[in-house]
């Protein structure tokens, strides 16, 4: 079995432990290259179908080519699509054009997907993230609960061994799910690559420039490159001593901002 | 002051990834090996060293490796690695992740979640301390955890002079404390982390070591194969219908399978062929299937299997039985206690069972057998246990096959611990399943027998309220509950009884009562014959349900009235089969709550409203009491207490 094999039939393991555990189940979706993947291996999981909603939190602060992306891969994936918006911060005036990013995000990302939550009782989020991308989710459970105010305990979080994981939670909880924890960014580009997934075109280089990982646009900045294509970007990998969030304004605000951020429910 | 390695070069594009975690005392040096693992592999991110040491400067401490790692604010203000971390590097021949495992005892939790995972682990030990509780532990618990490739690194080197005759006698006593747990470290390395002796170049103050460095001992390590030569395990996690298919979904822990197989699931034991492997897409087909795989099967017979069976081929396979004994160890606050039941889980089983004895109890320092005879086992400490579930389950022995030899134990809804089993009867154990009925023949059946046979004590659990308040939905579900944790249940609902057993019965008082007294006699012969009885009616006379609880005590049964005090208005606006309806309308004569009165019980044992509660919390304490009052040790009559809401 390949390094990309195991993986992904990890993966797969998970999503479906996750499927028995729990009632109500949505998977976030960002559009971004590590949601797609999530997205073919839930696929892969059930037998070619979703048996949960997929989640938009609509920032409003979208590129324009990630929403045709969007609008495009629900028909084809034929997904159950949930779209939110925090209607009420943005009716207070919260936006990038006033207030620090820290803030907006926590606004429009988080509180929104609190909301979200307590519309649908939704008692488990299946995410995308990874530990390489960030030192504070390198030490995430697969399987990771948040209490009602969406607070993660990560000084005293349960053990979690033997593919045995915790599935039971008190109402207003919910448990984060989180298949691609053990990936790498290679990786991901690697099994898109092997898989031909369909992704976003901002990832490649357009002009000497392309976005490596996809937010908000006005927090969210390309990183000089000529990578066109799938094997440009691996090659790119392999060099470079950038970290893939450089591009993202609200993780570099303050120090610690992005475990605070993920402290009160980010993902 | 380091001298510039070779620039990177890169491992082959599928080269396999090594996790490796680093174990041992608090304080021997693990993060500074880290970070001196990652500066010297150059696989620190641009303007991560400029950005610690910007930090140190501001807090005026200085640089060290290890903070390379703590980037958690709180663990540069404590100076302990709290949860385990991953943290990736490379070297020419591969990939690695490195699991760093907190050393302190507090975090025995976090160091096993890192551990069970790895591939290979690291022990570090300090050259002037030597071995510690936690360097004895930690090994003690990689045997457990199954992690077989043991690199051990001696740090420090620097502080004992280099001295050779130090570092033997810690390589001669670590490997004789190590050798009854089965593990036979491939190397020892002396080192120092912090001045970079051995770590990537080999040392020139200790010339008397010709061994490899501990980089190069880590690139000879191998990725332990995936178990495909032994006998088929198949862990059942899912039965899919989300189209014309029946999928089968789970993981082969070990073995292999092919399209046309027969397989047996344990442990009921019904049997079919392999129809086909469905994957999506679709093609190319797959015809086989080896361990470590993801799968979805269809097969040829519609025989019944569920989430917990394991699949195996028809010889070789799992042990079936009631019984087992494990090595455990215990990482919840809250002791684990001889003679409770809890919940154990192995592979995708879920079963109830009863910690019936410690075997063998563990100093937690030294690991030496204690002698001393106890009734719990504590935080951190680990012991040989025998466990008696309530039903039967699939299982192997964990040198047998890993991955369905071992359990968790669930405390308070999280991991409480974890368990490796051994020691069990392959045929015999199998027998012991069959020989667990043969108490149903000529001697009269004991009420002992019958409580050994089901794993619990026949009761009746009496649910009273007004028509519309629940009663029967809790039943119908409290009955789920029960039957799928393997305790052998029945419901007496009043609606039904009314068609057959006293269907000559009439809505008179006198009526009523005879009602009350047919449904309790019924009640009380099922509880005789082992069943745990849940019974669903309006019973709305305080003197009938004396008479029933009576009945039942008379004959040594324990009972317990429940009180489904939903009020009447909200029965009435549920009004489920339109009774109060037709009652307000004169329909229905004698209506309990209209025109004919309903005396609430004065001392239930358990008061539910539902109007209050949701259905999943008043099922919470219906499980909590029924678990109480069928437990094999409860006393029949015992006062019931702590359950009034």
């Known amino acids: 079995m390949t390094h990309l094999d195991r993986l992904e039939n990890q993966s797969i393991f998970l999503f479906r432990e996750a499927q028995h555990a729990f009632k109500n189940i949505a998977m976030p979706w960002s559009m971004g290259k590590d949601s797609n993947v999530l997205i073919w291996l839930a696929k892969k999981a059930f037998g070619g179908h979703i048996p949960f909603p997929l989640l938009h939190i609509d920032t409003t602060y979208e590129f324009p080519e990630m929403l045709e992306f969007r609008d495009w891969a629900t028909k084809e ?187 009160k429910g980010f993902m | 002051m380091h001298a510039p390695l070779p620039a990177r070069t890169e491992p082959q594009e599928d080269a396999q990834r090594l996790k490796i975690v680093i174990v041992g005392h608090v304080d021997h040096g693990k993060s500074t090996l880290i970070g001196r693992l990652l500066f010297d592999t150059h696989s620190l991110p641009d303007g991560k060293i400029e950005q610690i040491q910007k930090a140190c400067a501001a807090e005026g401490m200085d640089f060290e490796y290890a903070f390379l790692l703590d980037a958690l604010l709180e663990e540069q203000e404590q100076n302990i690695t709290i949860d385990t971390t991953q943290i990736q590097f490379r070297t020419a021949a591969r990939n690695y992740v490195i699991v760093d495992a907190p050393g302190h005892k507090e975090f025995l939790k976090n160091m096993i979640t890192g551990a069970a995972s790895a591939d290979a682990a690291i022990v570090l030990l300090d050259a002037r301390e030597g071995l510690q509780e936690q360097t004895r532990r930690h090994g003690y618990l990689l045997s457990l955890l199954g992690v077989k490739q043991v690199l051990v690194a001696v740090n420090k080197m620097d502080l004992v002079d280099f001295s050779q005759e ?46 490899a460095t501990l980089l190069t001992a880590l690139d000879h390590l191998q990725q332990p194969p995936a178990p495909i030569d032994r006998p088929l395990r198949f862990i059942v ?67 019944f299997v569920e989430r917990g069976h394991i699949g195996s081929h028809l010889d070789h396979g799992p042990v079936e039985g009631r019984s087992f004994s494990a090595r455990v160890f215990w990482l919840h606050d809250e002791p684990l206690l001889v003679g409770q039941t809890y919940t154990l889980k192995l592979a995708t089983q879920q079963v109830e069972a009863r910690l019936a004895k410690v075997d063998r109890l563990m100093d937690s320092a030294t690991l030496a057998p204690l002698n001393e005879s106890r009734s719990s086992i504590g935080r951190n400490e680990v012991a040989e246990l025998v466990w008696q579930a309530r039903h039967p389950l699939a299982f192997d022995n964990s040198d047998v096959i890993q991955e369905t030899g071992r359990f968790i134990v669930v405390q308070d809804g999280r991991i409480g611990g974890g368990g490796v089993i051994f020691g069990a009867q392959y045929e015999p154990a199998a027998n012991a399943v069959r020989s667990a009925h043969i108490s149903w023949t000529d001697d009269p059946v004991s009420r002992e027998a019958r409580i050994d046979h089901f794993g619990h004590r026949g009761a009746v ?112 606006e549920r009004d489920p089969k339109s009774l109060y309806k037709k009652a307000r309308a004169g329909e229905i004569p004698g209506f309990t709550g209209i025109d004919s009165p309903y005396e609430p019980p004065v001392n239930p044992v358990l008061e539910l409203r539902t109007d209050l509660m949701s259905k999943e919390q008043s099922l919470e304490h219906l499980l909590r009491l029924a678990e109480q009052i069928a437990h094999r040790d409860s006393m029949p009559g015992e006062e019931l207490a702590g359950f009034s809401i």
Request: aromatic residues 8%; neutral net charge.
């Open chain 2, 166 to 211: 130090t570092f033997n006698q810690l390589e001669h006593d670590y490997r004789a404390f190590l050798k009854p747990y089965d593990i036979d470290p491939l190397a020892f390395v002396p080192m120092s982390a912090k001045h970079g002796h051995n770590i990537v170049k080999p040392s020139d103050k200790m010339p008397w070591f010709s061994g």
């Open chain 1, 77 to 263: 994936y034929d997904l159950k699509l949930i779209i939110k918006i925090n209607e009420e911060a943005r009716a207070r005036g919260i936006g990038y054009e006033t207030h620090d990013p820290v803030t907006v995000t926590h606004e429009l990302k988080s509180v929104a997907l609190q909301q979200v939550l307590a519309e649908h009782k939704f008692d488990a989020l299946v995410t995308g993230i990874r530990r390489d991308e960030d030192s504070t989710r390198a030490k995430e459970r697969y399987f990771s609960p948040r209490n009602a105010q969406f607070e993660w305990e990560y000084k005293d979080q349960p053990p979690e061994f033997w593919g045995q994981f915790t599935t039971s939670v008190e109402p207003g909880e919910h448990v984060r799910v989180q298949p691609l924890l053990d990936w790498t960014e290679v990786d991901i580009w690697r099994y898109i690559q092997k898989n031909n997934i369909p992704i976003p075109q901002m990832y490649f280089a357009r002009d000497g420039k392309r976005y490596r990982s996809l937010g908000c646009w006005p927090i969210t900045k390309p990183v000089e490159s000529n990578a066109a294509t799938i094997e440009d970007i691996i090659a790119e990998l392999q060099v470079t001593k950038t970290s893939e969030r450089a591009g993202r304004a609200q993780d570099h605000h303050e120090r610690n901002a992005m475990q605070k951020l993920r402290a």
């Open chain 2, 461 to 572: 659990i009496w649910l009273t309220g007004l028509s519309g308040s629940g009663k029967t939905t809790l039943a119908v579900a409290l009955q789920s509950r029960l039957f799928r944790k393997g305790i052998a249940v029945t419901l007496l609902d009043g609606d039904n009884l009314r068609h057959g057993l006293c269907s000559d019965l009439g809505f008179s008082d006198a009526d009523r009562s005879e009602n009350i007294r047919r449904a309790a006699e019924a009640a009380r012969l099922l509880a005789e014959s082992g069943l745990v009885v849940i019974t669903s009616l309006i019973s709305p006379f305080a003197k009938d349900r004396q008479n029933a609880a009576a009945i039942s005590r008379k004959a040594g049964i324990p009972f317990a009235e429940v009180y489904v005090s939903t009020p009447i208005a909200v029965c009435e």
């Open chain 2, 237 to 303: 996690q899912d039965i899919y219908r989300f189209d014309e298919r029946r999928l089968i979904a789970g993981r082969i822990e070990s073995g292999q399978f092919k399209v046309g197989d027969e397989i047996v699931f344990s442990p009921d034991r019904k049997r079919s062929k392999i129809k086909s492997i469905e994957t999506w897409p679709a093609e190319p087909r797959q015809t086989e299937a080896f361990a470590g795989q993801s799968v979805a099967i269809t097969l040829e017979e519609q025989i």
